[in-house]
């Protein structure tokens, strides 16, 4: 009977320590859910820290059901290898977020600014493509990658390594291969771990290596949602496909493009860095013909403020795109790309003309492709696709493009007649007046034209391009820009 109740004696506080710690489990579960991302004075780094990462959005850590000596280890972890390695000196602003469809994220396109489209849908097709996908779908040849010592990319223009830069040497080295190579490629630099890093950027073509699965994707692309979007914003209606597979921690330094950008995120996350064209000076681009053009002179990780002192005065826009997110990035807008520290990642761009674009005869645009080209004209894309369905060849786009297309053609035929009645009753006017010996002064219209950030930037590049095509000598430009100054305009009354 002793022996009896000193074991139910120890069996009870047994029973209660299992109730507790099956409890504590539960407990654990359950509030596993609403665990907070890490902010940032959790990663590491607290310098500069509500400017350096998103609050609330750059780390994340679940450590539910793992023990200490676990924890403890994420814990450091987390502390060493942040989401995004950059740490810079200027502040940030988040971009704005809008549902794609509503009228409001419109309204940030149509104004120029930048905006994150959430739940698109016209790049859903490619939402399936990984690395795998692409190695087992993607085998056309002399696809363009290249490969850097560091983490960073420097664009660099190679028809314009000659004359004064017949000795540039280019930052990173440049390849034309396979995708499979390109893939085995990254994992010999995974396996090296040496900070080597490799970036995949090329355009999509049709071509017999791309297969009928990836085809489909192509073909399947929401053109209706992309033309309803170019008519109301009145981009053109070519669109250029870049795609882009990159290792982890990578970088695009600061940078813009002359053209309307669509950035899809289809794997992996990326922190993207937007600055307003208003701080062309304070960002130092090489001169119109360097093979950088379009760059920044500045390092961000190592700024040289002596050097580039109007830097300090930057301020940006930040986001950390996540997958199937679509970030509008305005021609002229600088950006600079940032991929996550701990996956490899996989974008495309879809580029537009702008509209009433200054046309700068240096300023390259990129080849368009075959893949989701829509022609501008037309009635030339309807003949085309006509006669390659009789030549039983496949088919670019979609029935439903075509009918749209169609569509358009008798929308701007009518447009055209109205046009040219408009222009009519304009000159029926004219005469009118004329015959009552009323002139019209062109020189009382005239007013000040108000020059946005990014047509101003686009009016100093042709001034600039213009110059260097006639002397192809940065220190003629420089001289001859300081000679039309001289003074003449410090003395004029401010209008």
Same mark, same amino acid.
């Given at each position: 009977m002793a022996r009896t109740s000193i074991q139910l004696r120890m069996?009870?506080? /047994? +029973?209660?320590?299992?109730?507790? /710690?099956?409890?504590?489990n539960a407990t654990q579960r359950i509030s596993c859910d609403h665990l907070d991302p890490v902010t940032c004075q959790n990663s590491g780094d607290d310098r500069n820290c509500g400017n350096v990462y998103l609050q609330n959005d750059d780390h994340k850590t679940h450590s539910c059901g793992k023990t200490n000596k676990d924890k403890e280890k994420e814990k450091h972890t987390l502390h060493k290898v942040p989401i995004f390695r950059g740490v810079y000196t200027f502040p940030v602003d988040p971009i704005p977020r809008r549902n794609c469809f509503d009228e409001e994220a419109m309204e940030f396109i149509q104004q120029g600014l930048p905006v994150v489209l959430e739940n698109c849908t016209f790049h859903k097709p490619a939402m399936k493509w990984t690395i795998k996908y692409l190695v087992e779908n993607l085998q056309?040849?002399?696809?363009?990658?290249?490969?850097?010592?560091?983490?960073?990319?420097?664009?660099?223009?190679? @028809? =314009?390594?000659?004359?004064?830069?017949? @000795?540039?040497?280019?930052?990173?080295?440049?390849?034309? /291969?396979?995708?499979?190579?390109?893939?085995?490629?990254?994992?010999? $630099?995974? =396996?090296?771990?040496?900070?080597?890093?490799?970036?995949?950027?090329?355009? $999509?073509?049709l071509q017999d290596g791309v297969s009928a699965s990836m085809l489909e994707d192509i073909n399947t692309f929401d053109y209706s949602w992309l033309l309803d979007l170019v008519r109301r914003v009145r981009w053109g209606e070519d669109v250029t496909n870049l795609l882009l597979v990159g290792m982890s921690d990578v970088v695009t330094p600061a940078h813009f493009d002359i053209l309307e950008n669509l950035y899809v995120q289809i794997f992996g996350r990326k922190r993207v860095i937007l600055f307003s064209p208003d701080y062309f000076r304070s960002l130092y681009p090489y001169p119109v013909g360097h093979p950088h053009d379009r760059q920044t002179q500045v390092d961000f990780d190592n700024p040289d403020f002596d050097k580039f002192p109007r830097f300090s005065e930057i301020r940006g826009m930040e986001v950390a795109l996540e997958k199937d997110e679509v970030l509008y990035i305005p021609?002229? %807008? %600088?950006?600079?790309?940032?991929? &996550?520290?701990?996956?490899?990642?996989?974008?495309?761009?879809?580029?537009? &003309?702008?509209?009433?674009?200054?046309?700068?005869?240096?300023?390259?645009?990129?080849?368009?492709?075959d893949a989701t080209n829509v022609e501008t004209d037309k009635k030339a894309e309807v003949e085309e696709q006509e006669n390659m369905l009789t030549e039983g060849k496949d088919v670019v786009h979609s029935k439903e493009l075509l009918e749209l297309i169609n569509e358009d053609s008798k929308q701007n +035929?009518? !447009?055209? @007649?109205?046009?040219?009645? @408009?222009?009519?009753?304009?000159?029926?006017?004219? !005469?009118?007046?004329?015959?009552?010996? +009323?002139?019209?002064n062109d020189e009382d219209d005239e007013k000040e034209i108000i020059l946005y950030a990014a047509k101003y930037l686009a009016l100093l590049r042709e001034t600039e391009t213009s110059l260097f095509r006639a002397t192809f000598s940065h220190k003629k430009v420089k001289q001859i820009l300081e000679e039309l100054l001289s003074g003449r305009f410090d003395y004029l009354e401010k209008h």
């Open positions: 069996f009870i506080p /047994l +029973v209660w320590l299992m109730f507790v /710690l099956c409890n504590s056309d040849k002399d696809h363009t990658a290249y490969f850097s010592t560091n983490r960073k990319f420097l664009y660099y223009d190679d @028809d =314009r390594i000659k004359g004064a830069y017949k @000795d540039f040497q280019p930052p990173t080295k440049k390849m034309l /291969l396979y995708f499979k190579n390109f893939s085995e490629l990254m994992a010999e $630099l995974d =396996r090296a771990d040496n900070g080597s890093r490799a970036y995949f950027q090329s355009m $999509l073509y021609n002229y %807008w %600088w950006h600079y790309i940032e991929s &996550e520290s701990q996956s490899k990642t996989i974008s495309m761009n879809f580029w537009f &003309e702008p509209k009433n674009e200054t046309k700068t005869s240096g300023d390259k645009k990129p080849q368009k492709s +035929v009518e !447009e055209n @007649d109205e046009e040219k009645g @408009d222009q009519k009753k304009d000159d029926d006017e004219q !005469e009118q007046m004329a015959a009552e010996g +009323v002139v019209k």
